[in-house]
């Protein structure tokens, strides 16, 4: 991975310039070449930049018709998580992006992520007080071949500036899964169950949960569930895309 701050910091901002050259950063969402390597986006999608706003479930901050309280999924089957938001529509933008992300090397793209979660999630850290950050895990395997866990990455990123440790050693994934695309929630959720376990000590804890994305809220739920089981005072989660199933 390429961390500008250790690169910086072991070989100077000469041999960081250098490799701006080499390799010149992108702007995450429109993927053109960044003129100016500190911006961490282009000024066109800064200025273009669409949060989830308006009404949203009180749960789980998927966007819902003006006087619902819940969406569809949480009326149905709340949660196990107290709360949780999504920064983004995961829509077709945010989907290639992290696309790119995830499989072509595009690792920088963390930084803003990691910003966007900060910026936009604020308000609601302020009120959740997590006194700690767990990524989603991914399974040894897969992080193995993909070289990083892209929830790792932005949970990182966001401990930067809020300021909340992240504690990558109290959930584990432990059995890979299948793609779930093909199941229903209740095998999806059966899966899950036996994916992950709890190996560290999470008892009294505030938790904040990080993702990339948050579509069924299967794996949040389960996640929480466990979490909760062993003892943690509260679950929430930020993803930074969010699926819309108004
Ligand atoms: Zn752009
Ligand atoms: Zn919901």
Not at 70 to 93: E, M, N, S, V
């Amino acid at each position: 991975m390429r961390s500008s701050r250790n690169v910086t910091a072991l070989f100077g901002q000469g041999y960081r310039n250098f490799l701006d050259l080499l390799y010149p950063r992108r702007c995450p969402l429109c993927h053109r070449i960044l003129r100016n390597s500190h911006q961490l986006i282009c000024l066109d999608c800064a200025g273009d930049l669409r949060p989830v706003s308006g009404p949203r479930c009180y749960k789980c901050g998927k966007p819902v018709n003006g006087d619902e309280e819940y969406c569809r999924d949480c009326g149905a089957h709340p949660g196990a998580f107290d709360q949780g938001r999504g920064i983004f529509l995961y829509d077709d933008r945010m989907r290639y992006s992290i696309m790119k992300y995830k499989y072509f090397g595009c690792q920088e793209y963390s930084r803003f992520y990691g910003k966007a979660l900060y910026i936009y999630g604020k308000d609601m850290l302020a009120l959740w007080k997590p006194q700690i950050i767990i990524p989603v895990p991914l399974h040894r395997r897969k992080q193995r071949i993909r070289g990083f866990n892209q929830a790792e990455l932005l949970a990182k990123e966001l401990s930067r500036y809020a300021g909340i440790p992240v504690d990558t050693a109290i959930l584990k994934k432990c059995h890979a899964t299948r793609s779930q695309k093909k199941l229903d929630a209740a095998e999806r959720k059966k899966n899950l169950q036996k994916a992950f376990q709890v190996v560290g000590n999470p008892a009294g804890m505030r938790i904040l949960l990080i993702d990339d994305v948050y579509t069924t809220g299967s794996t949040m739920d389960v996640l929480a569930k466990l979490l909760l089981e062993k003892g943690a005072s509260h679950v929430y989660f930020l993803t930074l895309c969010i699926g819309n199933n108004r």
